[in-house]
């Protein structure tokens, strides 16, 4: 997965 | 992290805390759609898979351990522990018709076709839905119990308050995810009817019901 693909919310 | 987020995290644990304390407090799950707590099991299992690849604070990890292990003891609750008071002849609404469509459209609206984003993708669309069953439950019996109002207005609120989040982020980051923002205005227009019944009548203080 690439770092903007990052999901950084729940 | 902004004051919306963290907001709408908060309403997220409270959401399932007055469930927890409800069905445990009461020894009984009556009202409460167990059909819907396993597909918000299924939402969570697959969405946090990306606690093994990837670590964004000990806040993130923290609240998706606290929403799986959550999710599996309200399913405990429900189908093994105080299984005799569950009302299952109105737990009716057929969990495949969510299911299914949905797994159809991550594997073809995605942003990136791989078995962990698609899985994600999954998670934020049957969300969007995993409260049907719990609603068809309601306007089955024609009512609910006034925590089980207090439950459903609390996880409303919570994909409510991501909206603001997305909305906040976008002008302050640039940052915007067209998948969780169209899955999360459809998850709050599903709660729209209910909360217009919770601010008119369980607010004044009446049980929710509704008109035959």
């Known amino acids: 997965r690439t770092p903007d693909l990052l999901h950084d919310e729940l | ?212």
């Not at chain 2, 020894?27 to 167990?34: F, K, N, T």
């Not at chain 2, 606290?66 to 609404?93: G, M, V």
């Not at chain 2, 067209?178 to 009548?201: E, H, M, P, S």
């Open chain 2, 1 to 212: 992290m902004n004051v919306f987020r963290l907001s709408g995290d908060v309403s997220h644990l409270l959401a399932i805390l007055i469930l927890l304390m409800k069905i445990w407090k009461t020894r009984s799950c009556a009202g409460i759609s167990g059909k819907s707590q396993i597909l918000f099991a299924l939402v969570y299992t697959t969405r946090y898979l990306d606690l093994f690849t990837s670590f964004i604070s000990p806040y993130n990890t923290a609240m998706k351990v606290f929403f799986i292990a959550s999710s599996y003891a309200t399913i405990y609750l429900i189908y093994l522990k105080f299984k005799a008071t569950y009302d299952r002849n109105h737990d009716t609404f057929r969990m495949e018709f969510l299911v299914l469509p949905v797994l159809v459209l991550a594997f073809v609206v995605n942003h990136d076709f791989t078995p962990l984003e698609i899985l994600w993708t999954f998670s934020i669309y049957l969300e969007s839905v995993a409260i049907l069953p719990q609603l068809f439950m309601v306007s089955k019996t024609g009512q609910a119990e006034t925590i089980t109002s207090h439950y459903l207005f609390a996880l409303g609120m919570y994909r409510a308050l991501y909206i603001v989040n997305w909305v906040y982020r976008y002008y302050f980051e640039g940052f915007y995810d067209l998948i969780a923002i169209i899955a999360g205005v459809v998850q709050t227009v599903l709660y729209c009817d209910f909360f217009y019944l919770y601010v008119t009548k369980v607010l004044k203080g009446k049980q929710l019901t509704l008109p035959a």
